[in-house]
């Protein structure tokens, strides 16, 4: 799952599950908090759905990232979504304007 952004030469020095529960979301994603060599956060989603990805979809992913920023007291600097479905054109443009790496090849 991490090789695509291992192949980055990124190394995690700590890299942490986060449960879903405590964003008080019912959502089935997997969330990962990380820290590279260089002290910089990195935020990871998962997400397997079989439709496609839309817009609210992004929506209800930066809400999440906002809550999980307040509840560990910190920003992070890198934000990667891996995803298993069809991404809508407009979906990418948002994530990309909000600093979002998408991984969206993993299917």
């Known amino acids: 799952m991490l090789e695509r952004i291992c192949?980055?030469?990124?190394?995690?020095?700590?890299?942490?599950?986060?449960?879903?529960?405590?964003?008080?979301t019912?959502?089935?994603?997997?969330?990962?908090?990380?820290?590279d060599s260089k002290s910089f956060y990195h935020l990871i989603f998962r997400i397997e759905q079989k439709?496609?990805?839309?817009?609210?979809?992004v929506e209800e992913i930066l809400e999440l990232c906002k809550a999980?920023?307040?509840?560990?007291?910190?920003?992070?600097?890198?934000?990667?979504?891996l995803?298993?479905?069809?991404?809508?054109s407009k979906a990418s443009l948002l994530l990309q304007e909000n600093g979002w790496k998408v991984y969206d090849d993993l299917m």
């Open 26 to 35: 019912r959502k089935k994603l997997a969330i990962f908090s990380g820290v």
């Open 7 to 24: 192949r980055k030469q990124v190394v995690f020095t700590s890299l942490d599950v986060v449960d879903p529960k405590i964003l008080h």
């Open 83 to 88: 995803l298993s479905a069809p991404l809508c």
């Open 51 to 57: 439709s496609r990805f839309l817009r609210k979809h």
């Open 68 to 81: 999980l920023e307040l509840h560990v007291k910190h920003n992070y600097k890198h934000k990667h979504l």
